[in-house]
């Protein structure tokens, strides 16, 4: 089991700075400090990866929570309408122990050039994390046998029951099903 | 008045049926392995109209629904494009076709299918479903989505449903063909082993 933690970023920033350093040298210390203490400000998103194997454990917590666990990308045009109707739950719900998981299924090579630049443009505040398994056919019946892959797809669990939705959702439907796993 | 009277009967039979079929629960409908794939007379991006019975010849096909502004798509483009160098010939030709409801993404119009077309060399027919009648039947959910089909004295039989292979990221390390191996089989007279797969896609835009 392992987990890639994308912090590229800051790996990026750094060999910036070592370059600027190499080519020239008479550059002020200061600019280069200062700079690093905005991108500490700037709080950048960090991206958890996962394959699936590792993943897994996020689709069997067994606690007294409602876990809502979509499946997304940046590219996917449908994901994006309805991802505002998560955010809204993740922060409607929280005091009633509602836990939204954002799963994006976005290409690695892209984690860095779409993924993390659009949770800081749209500022989400769900947890999002990305699942990297090209084999998905080996694990999308895991997620659901009902599931033949497209997305956006949703699953809502609690340790008592789950129920896998092959589509987008409005607001509304939304709340309607996330309320059927609330007592 | 005949054509009235055609049109009320046609809704009637429709509701019939929905009202039977509405409570199964059923996700999703379409073919499914053995099933009878329909024919289809669809617009080819040169204009002409193009059906599986235009192929005498052939042994079978690999239809592929797939479109432009897909990622998982555009991925598999020249793969697709390698599987009708490879089985055209041998009598199992690649049809393309794209299902996406162009008002809601232009990037899969005509011009643009043209476009790409062109730019990617594709050999195969690269067809709309003007409509969007042809992809429910077969029940494609996504982009891509491949169902082998061949043809046989009752018609064109569905033997395989799913993905191109097992890795859309990496060419270089797919460990599976599954519509290569389904067409292999299929030309040695042999039973399709993997006969349904799962892949990521992108929901057919309507």
């Known amino acids: 089991m392992y987990i890639f933690i994308v912090m590229n970023i800051r790996v990026l920033f750094i060999v910036f700075v070592l370059f600027l350093n190499c080519k020239n040298e008479n550059k002020p210390q200061e600019i280069t400090s200062t700079k690093e203490k ?76 779409k993924l993390i630049p659009f949770m800081q443009k749209h500022k989400l505040k769900s947890k999002v994390v990305a699942l990297n398994d090209p084999d998905s056919n080996s694990w999308i019946p895991k997620v659901s046998e009902e599931w033949s892959g497209a997305i956006p797809a949703t699953l809502i669990y609690n340790k008592e029951k789950r129920a896998f939705y092959e589509q987008s959702f409005n607001y509304e439907e939304l709340k309607t099903e996330v309320n059927r796993f609330i007592n | 008045m005949k054509k ?22 059923s996700v999703h409908s379409g073919y499914k392995i053995g099933d009878i794939a329909t024919d289809f007379s669809l617009k080819n991006i040169d204009g002409k109209m193009v059906s599986l019975a235009d192929y005498t010849d052939a042994k079978g096909f690999i239809v592929i629904f797939t479109c432009n502004t897909c990622p998982y798509a555009v991925a598999y483009e020249d793969r697709i ?10 009598g199992y030709p690649v049809i393309a076709i794209m299902p996406n409801n162009t008002d809601v993404q232009p990037g899969d119009r005509l011009e643009a299918m043209q476009a790409r077309a062109k730019a990617k060399g594709f050999t195969f027919p690269y067809l709309k479903d003007e409509g969007q009648k042809i992809y429910p039947q077969y029940g494609a959910t996504k982009t891509p989505h491949v169902y082998v089909l061949q043809k046989t004295k009752k018609g064109n039989q569905v033997k395989y449903i799913g993905a191109i292979d097992d890795n859309y990221q990496d060419e270089a390390s797919v460990s599976k063909k599954y519509v290569e191996n389904a067409v292999d089989a299929l030309l040695l007279g042999k039973e399709v082993e993997e006969k349904e797969t799962r892949a990521i896609g992108c929901t057919i835009k309507v």
Not at chain 1, 79 to 87: V, W
Not at chain 2, 4 to 25: E, G, M, N, R
Not at chain 2, 81 to 90: I, M
Request: net charge neutral; aromatic share 14%.
């Open chain 2, 81 to 90: 494009e390698a599987l009708n160098k490879k089985y055209a010939d041998k």
């Open chain 1, 38 to 113: 905005e991108y500490v400000l700037e709080d950048k998103p960090i991206v958890e990866e996962y394959d699936f194997n590792a993943f897994e454990k996020f689709l069997n917590i067994k606690d007294d929570k409602v876990y809502v666990v979509n499946f997304w990308a940046t590219w996917c045009a449908p994901c994006i309408k309805e991802l505002p109707y998560f955010e809204a739950i993740h922060e409607n719900y929280k005091n009633k122990n509602v836990v939204v998981l954002l799963v994006s299924l976005d290409f690695p090579k892209q984690y860095q050039k």
């Open chain 2, 4 to 25: 009235a009277i055609k049109i009320v009967s046609a809704l009637a039979i429709v509701l019939l049926i929905s009202a039977f079929t509405v409570s199964k629960v």
